[in-house]
């Protein structure tokens, strides 16, 4: 038996898309009661929107990859090619995370906001699969072209397949990005503090920022 229909939009894919968002959703708030998060953020077959006053992060790693993701359309994986930005410890300020899903009664917004009262969200550890990155940066011993994976970082790149030969790779000492707008199909972090959380579901259209044509 198909799944129900309403309005042009399967109840079945909008649980799909959702359940996912609201289980990390609740990952959060018990990390948040244990004073630290061990998070991965991710949504099956959509990009999320996160934006940031600044961002302060230590031992960048960036490199070229691939983002493994479930087809809401159908059986099987989808793949995106994205950045692969990895930090040993960042301290974001006023961060938003939004993921706008289209449902029976119109879009939804879920929307996540911490780190906007004096005290930054904290993040270990943490990698970011970014499609698309609008940013002013400042970077502190750059060298770019260097093998990733050869113990240059403190934490290792994910599966250790990109290293001599990636699409590209580079590392700094220290990097501060500011008024961050970025799409992206992942997070993880191996710890990740987030002060004054506040989620929200929302009506309409609300992501953490718009898009601005070219």
């Known amino acids: 038996m198909s799944s129900q229909v309403r309005g042009g939009t399967r109840w079945k894919r909008f649980a799909l898309v959702m359940v996912p968002s609201i289980a990390a959703t609740a990952a959060v708030g018990v990390g948040l009661a244990q004073g630290a998060l061990a998070a991965s953020f991710s949504v099956s077959g959509q990009d999320f929107k996160v934006s ?99 113990g240059s970082h403190t934490t290792k790149p994910q599966a250790g397949t990109v290293s001599n030969g990636a699409l590209f790779s580079q590392r700094a000492k220290k990097a501060v990005l500011t008024n961050v707008k970025q799409k992206a199909w992942a997070t993880t972090a191996g710890t990740f503090k987030l002060p004054d959380l506040k989620l929200r579901l929302m009506s309409g259209d609300q992501p953490c920022y718009q898009d601005v044509k070219d």
């Open 52 to 150: 940031a006053d600044k961002l302060d992060g230590d031992n960048l790693i960036q490199y070229g990859s691939i983002s493994k993701g479930k087809d809401l359309k159908g059986p099987g994986d989808v793949y995106h090619p994205v950045t692969i930005s990895g930090f040993s410890h960042a301290e974001i300020t006023n961060m938003c995370q939004s993921l706008v899903t289209p449902t029976p009664i119109g879009n939804i917004t879920l929307q996540l906001r911490t780190g906007n009262k004096g005290k930054p969200a904290v993040a270990d550890n943490i990698y970011l699969d970014v499609a698309e990155l609008d940013a002013d940066a400042e970077f502190t011993d750059l060298d770019i072209g260097v093998a990733v994976g050869d």
